[in-house]
């Protein structure tokens, strides 16, 4: 027995209700029609929405959104989505949205004890179907979280000539992954837009920095409000930017708030400090040889 209350048309006339019973029950909203044949028994829930894909059609794999949700990647979705083989034609409700193309066996795992497709694959299609904000922000919170670098470039190798292969590479080499705050995620793409990827969330001494280029000995913080709020951390922060200070390193400061509402111009800003000061120092280093 399904144990998301979901059953099919002919589930319910074995179980001894009548057709009369079960239409009469769905022009009451005591049952719910989802799809052709298949009913909820009450309110449906997101897990009874996908059983009743897979009993609709069992050929389908939870896939795209649906799938990231399966994996805790993503918010539940409102719309549902399932990938079915090329050969299946469906008209479907407003609530689901059905792709069509083969999936090999091995991109197919499962979850709730229904077929989904695997955290990478399903990454990977939704990077074709979001926003590009919204794409960005889920590779960098669950690329080497949920998802390993290592298998999207296999599947952008295996799935080369599938629309998204050629955006999903675009992501493995913009994905700001250890950033620690949104703020910071932005500013680290803002840079490697710029060819001036700096790496995030770095040990300098005994410190850790927000952003560091050893080359050009810069450091990058994004201050958010507790720096003005938290006598503690305002405290350690002066010794630590003393400390960098004396050391030789350039210390940029910048806040939360203008890294939302002024990027372009902090990013540049930074990316035109980090090559002035790597001239200068490789400029430096040859004079004295």
Same mark, same amino acid.
Not at 109 to 126: I, N, Y
Not at 248 to 277: K, M, P, S, T
């Given at each position: 027995?399904?144990?998301?209350?979901?059953?099919?048309?002919?589930?319910?006339?074995?179980?001894?209700?009548?057709?009369?019973?079960?239409?009469?029950?769905?022009?009451?909203?005591?049952?719910?029609?989802?799809?052709?044949?298949?009913?909820?028994?009450?309110?449906?829930?997101?897990?009874?929405?996908?059983?009743?894909? =897979?009993?609709? +059609? *069992?050929?389908?794999?939870?896939?795209?959104? $649906? %799938? /990231?949700?399966?994996?805790?990647?993503? !918010? @539940?979705?409102?719309?549902?989505?399932?990938?079915?083989?090329?050969?299946?034609?469906?008209?479907?409700?407003?609530?689901?949205?059905?792709?069509?193309?083969?999936?090999?066996?091995?991109?197919?795992?499962?979850?709730?004890?229904?077929?989904?497709?695997?955290?990478?694959?399903?990454?990977?299609?939704?990077?074709?179907?979001?926003?590009?904000?919204?794409?960005?922000?889920?590779?960098?919170?669950?690329?080497?979280?949920?998802?390993?670098?290592?298998?999207?470039?296999?599947?952008?190798?295996?799935?080369?000539? =599938?629309?998204? +292969? *050629?955006?999903?590479?675009?992501?493995?080499? $913009? %994905? /700001?992954?250890?950033?620690?705050?949104? !703020? @910071?995620?932005?500013?680290?793409?803002?840079?490697?837009?710029?060819?001036?990827?700096?790496?995030?969330?770095?040990?300098?001494?005994?410190?850790?920095?927000?952003?560091?280029?050893?080359?050009?000995?810069?450091?990058?913080?994004?201050?958010?409000?507790?720096?003005?709020?938290?006598?503690?951390?305002?405290?350690?922060?002066?010794?630590?930017?003393?400390?960098?200070?004396?050391?030789?390193?350039?210390?940029?400061?910048?806040?939360?708030?203008?890294?939302?509402?002024?990027?372009?111009?902090?990013?540049?800003?930074?990316?035109?400090?980090?090559?002035?000061?790597?001239?200068?120092?490789?400029?430096?280093?040859?004079?004295?040889?």
């Amino acid at each position: 027995m399904n144990p998301f209350g979901i059953r099919t048309r002919e589930d319910l006339l074995r179980e001894g209700v009548a057709s009369s019973t079960i239409d009469n029950r769905v022009r009451q909203g005591v049952y719910h029609r989802l799809l052709p044949k298949i009913y909820s028994l009450g309110t449906p829930t997101a897990l009874g929405r996908c059983a009743a894909i =897979l009993l609709w +059609a *069992p050929d389908a794999t939870l896939s795209h959104r $649906t %799938a /990231a949700w399966m994996w805790g990647m993503l !918010p @539940e979705p409102t719309v549902f989505e399932a990938t079915v083989p090329p050969v299946q034609v469906r008209t479907t409700p407003n609530w689901l949205s059905i792709y069509r193309r083969q999936l090999r066996p091995e991109l197919i795992g499962e979850s709730w004890a229904m077929p989904t497709v695997e955290p990478a694959r399903a990454l990977f299609d939704c990077v074709t179907v979001l926003p590009k904000e919204a794409a960005d922000r889920l590779i960098d919170e669950q690329l080497g979280r949920k998802v390993d670098a290592n298998r999207l470039l296999e599947l952008c190798q295996l799935d080369g000539g =599938l629309t998204g +292969a *050629p955006e999903v590479r675009r992501q493995l080499t $913009t %994905a /700001a992954q250890w950033a620690a705050s949104e !703020p @910071e995620r932005m500013f680290a793409r803002a840079l490697t837009a710029r060819h001036c990827p700096l790496p995030a969330n770095r040990s300098v001494g005994p410190y850790l920095c927000d952003f560091v280029d050893e080359r050009s000995k810069l450091v990058v913080e994004i201050d958010g409000r507790e720096f003005h709020s938290e006598a503690a951390v305002f405290r350690n922060d002066r010794r630590r930017q003393n400390w960098l200070l004396l050391e030789g390193w350039l210390v940029l400061r910048y806040a939360a708030y203008d890294v939302y509402n002024h990027l372009d111009e902090i990013a540049d800003e930074v990316a035109d400090v980090v090559r002035r000061r790597r001239r200068a120092k490789a400029t430096s280093r040859s004079h004295a040889t």
